[in-house]
């Protein structure tokens, strides 16, 4: 969430529009604001934690990602073979991605997608 830091120009702007309500806390997580918006403090406040709520969803997430498998074009020179560190980030993933986590549902489709689609990518999706 966006606050206006001393010394920099919004903070300067804000204090000369008498909108700054008090200095910045300095944590942009705790979804406070030290000014008041020009749109409805609340609605501003729904709205940012609506879109972080968005892109951070299983959905959201899974379909950015195989929109980067779509364009992805990997350097020519790849490892070979499966690695340790791949089973055991498979294992991980489904275990916890895939039974004990909310978006289970979106991980199932994700995978197999990607495992049809996009089968090179697979070991990396894991990852």
Not at 81 to 86: D, H, K, L, V
Not at 98 to 127: C, H, M, N
């Amino acid at each position: 969430m966006l606050t206006a830091l001393r010394g920099t120009r919004l903070y300067q702007r804000l204090k000369e529009e008498n909108r700054l309500i008090s200095d910045s806390s300095g944590d942009n997580t705790d979804n406070s604001i030290n000014f008041i918006p020009k749109m409805n403090r609340d609605t501003l406040i729904n709205g940012y934690m609506h879109v972080l709520d968005t892109i951070y969803s299983s959905d959201y997430y899974y379909r950015r990602v195989q929109k980067f498998f779509k364009e992805y074009r990997p350097p020519k020179k790849q490892a070979s073979g499966m690695e340790f560190n791949y089973v055991i980030s498979l294992v991980k993933a489904l275990w916890i991605l895939g039974i004990v986590e909310d978006g289970r549902k979106a991980f199932w489709k994700f995978s197999v997608s990607t495992l049809f689609k996009y089968p090179q990518f697979f070991w990396l999706s894991v990852s």
